[in-house]
């Protein structure tokens, strides 16, 4: 499991949890990629691993709105499949896919986390569109799908290792859990640094 510290509010304290967004890319040529995020993102795109291809943007923030906006309109110009996942001090994990710019599919561990008086449904995992996220590769059933994402709720498990479990399951980039802005303009990369690229937004 990826454990990074000193570069969120908690500076030294090892009990202090992931914050991390990213999104991967499928089957969308690397270059085309980066190409497509070149002068408008500022981000960090990783190697391409089984078709998949992960990066992680300035732009798309812990804010939620700011996912719809960015990953959807990502997958509408590149016409394809991509996956954004949100780990909110692994307390929280979200799982958004978007499908040529509609999105088709949700999961939110706890969508009242942030609620000032949140009701008890609120307080309990979302899913929908497992049967997307289970598409993604053959051999894959919805059933395993909310197995894993159950575990989370069930046994308190860590937002990071629910997200391992579910790289490991759907064929994602491994690198892609743990890896984030902030950790890696910080120079830390949960793989080689060396095979990383980055493009920078181009602002009047």
């Known amino acids: 499991m990826v ?5 969120q509010s908690g500076v030294g304290d090892a009990s202090v949890g992931n914050f991390y967004v990213n999104t991967s890319v499928k089957d969308v040529n690397h270059d085309d990629l980066f190409a497509y995020l070149k002068g408008k993102h500022d981000a960090f ?14 732009e798309v923030t812990q804010d939620p709105g700011t996912i719809a906006l960015h990953v959807g309109r990502l997958s ?3 016409q394809a499949i991509a996956i954004c996942v949100l780990n909110h001090d692994d307390d929280i994990l979200s799982i958004d896919t978007f499908h040529n710019g509609s999105q088709v599919s949700e999961y939110n561990s706890c969508p009242g986390y942030f609620d000032a008086n949140p009701s008890e ?28 994402l159950a575990i989370q709720a069930e046994q308190n498990a860590f937002a990071i290792e629910t997200h391992e479990a579910i790289v490991h399951l759907l064929g994602l980039p491994d690198y892609s859990v743990g890896f984030g802005y902030d950790y890696a303009a910080a120079g830390e990369f949960p793989t080689n640094g060396a095979l990383m690229r980055r493009t920078f937004s181009i602002r009047a």
């Open 76 to 78: 509408e110009h590149l």
């Open 121 to 148: 449904e609120r307080l309990k995992p979302r899913l929908s569109g497992a049967e997307v996220l289970a598409g993604l590769k053959p051999g894959v059933s919805q059933t395993q799908i909310r197995e894993i």
């Open 45 to 58: 795109v990783g190697p391409e691993v089984g078709g998949w291809s992960c990066y992680t943007d300035l």
């Open 3 to 7: 454990i990074h510290t000193g570069l």
